[in-house]
């Protein structure tokens, strides 16, 4: 089992920034990737970026070139770095583990955070 815990979401004006984290834990030795995804109200759920134990990374395109996603091993954290964010990134915010399969699929992470809910306001 992998347990994935995030925080740092919150109500941000737009323009601004937030930089979430999840702790990785458990069995992790099998994990390929750690990836962000997000649901906005009435949306389905989203792939926002990616991270390989390699340290290879992946963005979405509501992404790219605004967030940036990073690992800090000795804290066993991932890192997405969140800038010029508007209200169109309202959502709730998951972290998950995949060890398989490709890197923006859902259903190829198997395990999943509860996520943090990160609002942005106009």
């Known amino acids: 089992q992998v347990q994935l815990v995030e925080s740092g979401g919150g109500l941000v004006q737009a323009g601004g920034s937030l930089r979430l984290s999840c702790v990785v834990s458990?069995?992790?030795?099998?994990?390929?990737?750690t990836g962000w995804f997000r649901q906005g109200p009435g949306k389905e759920r989203e792939f926002v970026a990616a991270?390989?134990?390699?340290?290879?990374?992946w963005y979405g395109d509501p992404a790219k070139g605004r967030f940036t996603i990073a690992r800090d091993n000795a804290k066993s954290t991932v890192y997405l770095q969140m800038n010029k964010l508007n209200p169109e990134d309202t959502a709730l915010y998951y972290c998950?583990?995949?060890?398989?399969?490709?890197?923006?699929?859902?259903?190829?992470?198997?395990?999943w955070g509860q996520g943090t809910q990160v609002t942005v306001s106009s």
């Open positions: 998950a583990a995949s060890e398989d399969g490709s890197v923006s699929t859902r259903s190829s992470y198997k395990y």
């Open positions: 458990g069995r992790t030795f099998g994990t390929v990737y």
């Open positions: 991270i390989s134990r390699e340290d290879g990374t």
